[in-house]
């Protein structure tokens, strides 16, 4: 294989062969994963041995969003805690080797769920049970990483973490909306008035849900992924952002499309909150208000979305096609408005 959109094969093969233990030349490198986030490669060596290469998008600027050698930190310091990662096996910043930094971390053997075809097709009821303890159970011992003994306890600013994150994503909405939306502005002003006190910071993945994971076939999580937007702060974000993600069996439809919680045998969004208080110890009174966060977050990251499709990103569309995309950020915003008034 001579030519592949995004790795320079002889340059990367020849870097390989030198810092990864075990890789034998030649190499096949397959895309996995693509778009506007990180690349992901499967590298098989001539052995059959596989790996897995990350870079930053085809055409990135800012190389601050899409910093390789951070991701490639936080993986390599939860190597031996209780968090499953992929093996961390080498960095690159050479950028005479292929450009941008890389990362390269052992293949871990799984499943990840899209969708409710997939989840059915690969996981009994039994085990979909399982994949809702393992998902909940694997983001308490996230929250639990001791911090210092990982090497991580430098990886972002500790306090203010909620009120960082508004600031950040108000200004996004701000630069990026399409018409203007009362909720957004209403949610944005509440939550900054009601802004819970943190507590102790942990890690937070950022964007921790059911297909930023894989499952092996009994439903247990084998590797926690996608660490890109990891940083220092509040806990709770993450569940909150859980609870918008996630569409149990029974639960009312969530403003994300997701459907592989759908299939029977997953838990409801309450027995995923139950089991975490259970699991971390920590007081859940507050989750409305963290829900309520998440689904304005979303509804602040999908009006992106929607704008860079209106200004072409996806090449000509008729602006009916792209409808679904504002019907999303309108339920977003308003199922924001909702959580707020919810008590425990």
Known sequence: MSDVHGINVPAVSQWLQAHVAGALAPFTFDLIAGGHSNLTFKVTGADGSAFVLRRPPLGHVLASAHDMGREHRI????????????PALGFCDDLAVNGPP???????????????ATAEAVLTAQARRTASESLVDTMAAIHAVDLRATGLHELGRQEGYIARQLKRWYGQWNQQKTR????????????????????????????????????????????VLDWEICTLGDPLADLGLLQVYWTGPNDAASAWNGSATTAPGFYERSELAARYAQVSGRDLTNLPFYVSFAYWK??????????????????A????????????????????????????
Not at 326 to 344: G, I, T
């Open 75 to 86: 993986i390599s310091g939860l190597q031996h805690s209780a968090v499953p990662v992929a």
């Open 102 to 116: 890389f990362y390269v971390m052992g293949f871990v053997d799984g499943f990840v769920l899209r969708d409710r």
């Open 317 to 344: 569309r008729d602006a009916a096609e792209l409808e679904p995309f504002q019907q999303q950020v309108d339920a977003a915003a308003a199922a924001a408005l909702v959580a707020l008034e919810q008590r425990p």
């Open 180 to 223: 203007e939306l009362p909720a957004v502005d209403r949610v944005h002003e509440l939550l900054s008035q009601r802004i819970p006190e943190q507590g102790p910071a942990t890690i937070v993945h950022g964007d921790y849900r059911l297909d930023n994971c894989m499952v092996d076939a009994s439903g247990r999580v084998v590797a």
């Open 298 to 315: 979303l509804a602040c990251i999908l009006e992106g979305v929607y704008a860079r499709y209106l200004g072409g990103a996806l090449g």
